[in-house]
């Protein structure tokens, strides 16, 4: 057959139109995606005859094309962001979403959201209210703070802290806490955003009180500090903490402003891992101002949190730039509910998932892992199920050093490679995104959820991904 008849015999549009397979697929999803989808299917076609002289797969190609079709529209009416299965041990994995939220909360929010609220509504008065109001009180308390609000993020709070008190002046910083918080943004050029000029003082290891002492001038409008929360300098150093800049800065009349990045409420030490400065200590210690994040490891959605004194506070609820960074309902609902859950340090650590996965016992990671191996073994899968010690990270940016003991399921493919199969997983309908250690695969068990379990082991098996061709079999 030439090329010309192979031309032929793909079916025209609107004969296409008319099939009852196509006219389904218009019915389901809509006239002008299939539309889009047919005429793209159709020129692959066009393209794949014109270059390739296989006649017999161009036929096939042909037979196959309602299904290509189908395939196209369906992937243009599937949301391309999809829950993922954490198997790397990260509890807040930046690129997977950070902190998870409690589903009994994501319940209330869905409730909240989906009809009118109280947003910025005073019920009492029935006038205006204000949208941090839902949770400023519950921050106070927990933290000792006179006042609070929130933004979208705490790279934004530290901006509008800067704008709201010391644009157009200077502000110092030691030069050990010029921190990147990753994505290649810069603690440094977020300030300069603000319109406050940075003085740097002392050096990377060691900065003395006498440092900050004679950097302060007239144009000075703050002192801060910034919590090295995803680096550590060790050896030879030397910080000024809050408590001695706070009579410094008294001296002077000027504020102490500390940036935490990962804002904890509670003390971890008490659960074998390393002491992080909380809230609490930097207020009791006398910062005027202190911002965190919502997501790292407070557990919460994505925001920065600001609190302190109420003079301050008022100033940035009055910055015309916190119009701009203002979180939304959904985010004042969530803070909302993760802030009560705080008010019982038992019922934290029970409900915030990020605090229950911190804190899970090393014998329950152990057990459930043994359980994942048993589902897995059943699943007759071609690979040796194995289990290994290995250790979690906090992640986010939060406790770099810190190492949790932990147990991971290993997953070694007897039949394709162990780079393969990672690709193969990322692949699934619901992507199983794993640690590759020593040519071996590793799930984590630390932070999946054992309703995931039998998930994980359906999609090995049913779509024979461990097989050599296997029906997922990476595009
Ligand atoms: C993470 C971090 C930030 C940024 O917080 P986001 O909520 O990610 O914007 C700022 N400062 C410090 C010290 C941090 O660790």
Known sequence: MDKNNLYRSIPKVDVLLEDADVQAMIERYSRDTVMEAIHIEMDKLRAFIGKSGDEEEAMAQIAMLKSHIEMTVAAMHTPNMRMVVNGTGTVLHTNLGRAPIAREHMERIAALATGYSNLEYNLEEGRRGERYSHFEKLLCKLTGAEAAMAVNNNAAAVMLILSSLAKGGEVVVSRGELVEIGGKFRIPDVMEQSGAALVEVGTTNKTHYSDYEEAITEETKALLKVHTSNYRIVGFTDT???????????????????????????????????????????????????CFSGDKLLGGPQAGIIIGRKKYIDKMKKNQLTRALRIDKFTAASLELVLQEYLSEEKAIRNIPVLR?????????????????????????????????????????????????????????????VPELEERMRHLPVPVIPRTVNDTILLDVRTLQSKEFHLIADQLKELEVLEKTSLIAAR
Do not use: F, W
């Not at 250790?391 to 039949?415: C, D, H, M, N, Y």
């Open 240 to 290: 000024v903490g809050i408590d001695e800049l706070v009579p410094l800065a008294k001296e002077h009349g000027l504020p102490v402003i500390e940036d935490l990045g990962s804002g904890v409420l509670i003390d971890l030490s008490k659960y074998g891992i390393t002491y992080e400065p909380t809230v609490q200590d930097s207020i009791r210690k006398g910062a005027d101002v202190v």
């Open 357 to 417: 996965m911190i804190t899970k016992p090393q014998e329950e990671i152990a057990r459930e892992a043994r359980r994942l191996q048993r589902i897995l073994r059943n699943a007759g899968l071609p690979a040796k199920i194995g289990t290994a010690a290995c250790e979690s990270q906090i992640g986010g940016g939060s406790l770099p050093l810190e190492r949790l003991p932990s147990t991971a399921v290993t997953i070694k493919p007897e039949k394709i490679s």
